[in-house]
């Protein structure tokens, strides 16, 4: 499939089946987050992949107790270090947030090609997430992610590329 096929079909899905992700795709998503670029290729990350019911359990509370978090068979956590990061992007801020989003990005659409689904998650007590997950002190949650099979569709559409896209100049 186009790759901007693969966009147009990916969705957020708040409802997950319950079946296991195989090992080798686990491994490919690893990838995906691997080989993802960062400012001066500091990559300033770690991701933490958790499966266990009971600290899922926790995480969804500090979810604000958004349920598909149990649910899903695989959360990650992605942490970043903005100590590491690059940190004057454009000359007045530190890159942490668009590193860490670009490879969690990468590893949302190697999900889709492998027929998961996912979930970017905002909404979150970073405290109690650091908490959980045993986080150092200088490490920033910047979101979390479900990922699963899921029988869901896509609900939503996108602004009009007239209202998105100018050329040359700001318009
Ligand atoms: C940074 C970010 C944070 C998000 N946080 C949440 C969240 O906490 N809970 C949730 O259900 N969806 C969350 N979403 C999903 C968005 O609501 C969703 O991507 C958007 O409505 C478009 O829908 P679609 O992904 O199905 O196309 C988040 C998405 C992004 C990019």
């Known amino acids: 499939m186009e790759l901007v096929e693969l966009m147009k079909k990916r969705f957020s899905a708040r409802k997950y089946e319950d079946k296991q992700i195989p090992k080798e ?7 995906a987050l691997k080989w993802a670029p960062s400012g001066k ?3 300033p990350w770690k991701f933490i992949f958790i499966k266990d019911n009971e600290i899922k359990e926790r995480l969804k509370k500090a979810c604000k107790g958004q349920k598909y978090v149990l649910e899903a068979p695989l959360v990650v956590a ?8 690059y940190p004057a992007m454009g000359g007045y801020w530190n890159a942490i947030t668009v590193d860490v989003s670009i490879a969690l990005t990468q590893m949302m659409l190697a ?3 492998k027929e998961l689904d996912t979930c970017w998650i ?7 997430v650091k908490e959980i997950l045993e ?3 200088n490490g920033m949650v910047v979101s979390l992610m479900t990922v699963g099979y899921s029988s869901q569709e896509r ?3 996108r602004k009009d590329e007239s209202e998105i896209i100018c050329y040359e100049k700001y318009s």
């Open 122 to 128: 905002g909404a979150f007590y970073e405290k109690d």
């Open 135 to 137: 986080v150092p002190e």
């Open 78 to 85: 992605a942490i970043g270090f903005p100590e590491d990061s």
């Open 25 to 31: 795709v686990e491994d490919y998503l690893i990838q």
């Open 41 to 43: 290729n500091t990559q």
């Open 155 to 157: 609900k939503t559409g």
């Open 111 to 113: 999900a889709k090609e």
